[in-house]
């Protein structure tokens, strides 16, 4: 299984400030079809989890351009550039390059 | 726009069996892969099962694996999850979500295995 490693696991932020979470595989990511299936997902308290980044770098739609997200291989990074209070949440990175699909721990991030 | 509705969950005993639904509304259910992820209270995402879109394929965590099946019913735009031989362990949140990039999630059923 292809083992999926976040860090920080907890991200106190100040409001405006930018926030980033790195997100590693145990093994590369690219698919035989040449696409790399990382997603990041986002899961504010009390809500099931919402897409936010998809093959690593694509902003699903209605996600703000603040998201952004980056990385290659085995190394990939989610990026805020400016946070908000409606951002705290846990966030999650996932491949589904190969089965079985696994997450990330997960980040916490909030507001100092 | 896209819904996705579980239901089935509630309280059931060690050994018992269960099964959830999700109903799917807004778009062409036909045309997508399911998948179920799970969560356990307090704790992250874990990856359950997924279906092709026509249901001739189907691939479930070992956690589950012999225990859980998989299916859908396309006439009625529903994907089902039975679960048996249920564990404490396998308490958690259900949610369904669409096609391999997750991009639409249900609300979630809860699942409580307590004696």
């Known amino acids: 299984d292809i083992i999926m490693t976040q860090t920080p696991l907890s991200s106190p932020v100040t409001l405006g400030q930018p926030a980033s979470i790195s997100c590693r595989s145990s093994q590369s990511l690219v698919h035989s079809d040449g696409n790399t299936y990382l997603t990041w997902l986002q899961q504010r308290p009390g809500q099931p989890p919402r897409l936010l980044i998809y093959?690593?770098?694509n902003r699903f739609s209605g996600v703000p351009d603040r998201f952004s997200g980056s990385g290659a291989g085995t190394d990939f990074t989610l990026k805020i550039s400016r946070v908000e209070a409606e951002d705290v949440g846990v966030y999650y990175c996932?491949?589904?390059?190969?089965?079985?699909?696994?997450f990330g721990q997960g980040t916490k991030v909030e507001i100092k | 726009q896209v819904q996705l509705v579980e239901s089935g969950g509630g309280v059931v005993q060690p050994g018992r069996s269960l099964r959830l639904s999700c109903a799917a509304s807004?778009?062409?259910?036909?045309?997508?892969?399911m998948h179920w992820v799970r969560q356990a209270p307090g704790k992250g995402l874990e990856w359950v099962a997924v279906i092709w879109y026509d249901g001739s394929n189907k691939y479930y965590a070992d956690s589950v694996k012999g225990r859980f099946t998989i299916s859908r019913d396309n006439s009625k735009n529903t994907l089902y999850l039975e679960m048996s031989s249920l564990r404490v362990e396998d308490t958690a949140v259900y949610y369904c979500?669409?096609?391999?990039?997750?991009?639409?999630w249900g609300q979630g059923t809860l699942v409580t295995v307590s004696s």
């Open positions: 093959r690593i770098s």
């Open positions: 996932t491949q589904s390059t190969q089965f079985p699909r696994t």
């Open positions: 807004g778009f062409t259910f036909s045309n997508y892969v």
């Open positions: 979500a669409r096609t391999d990039g997750l991009d639409y």
